[in-house]
């Protein structure tokens, strides 16, 4: 991963043959917005468009249908 976290929700799309992960706690307990996407193909980590809260526990669900992703849930310690 591009940053180290923990808590985070993670989505497997098998028509892009890549694992998306989406915000987490990075190891000074902050929440993280950061979200990535892993390649299989190319076994390689890109940064993707951050969520608009940082948080961490997150929950995931694709819709892969409608090629969409929803991230629900989780916490924020500064809120």
């Known amino acids: 991963m591009l940053n180290k976290r923990a808590f985070f929700s993670s989505v497997f799309v098998k028509l892009e043959n890549s694992l998306f992960v989406f915000g987490g706690s990075d190891t000074d307990t902050s929440d993280l917005a950061a979200c990535e996407k892993f390649s299989l193909i190319e076994s390689v980590w890109r940064p993707l468009a951050p ?16 090629r969409v992703i929803f991230v629900f849930g989780g916490n924020n310690h500064k809120t």
């Not at 969520?51 to 892969?64: C, D, Q, W, Y």
């Open 51 to 66: 969520m608009k809260i940082p948080r961490n526990g997150t929950s995931a669900v694709l819709f892969e249908n409608y």
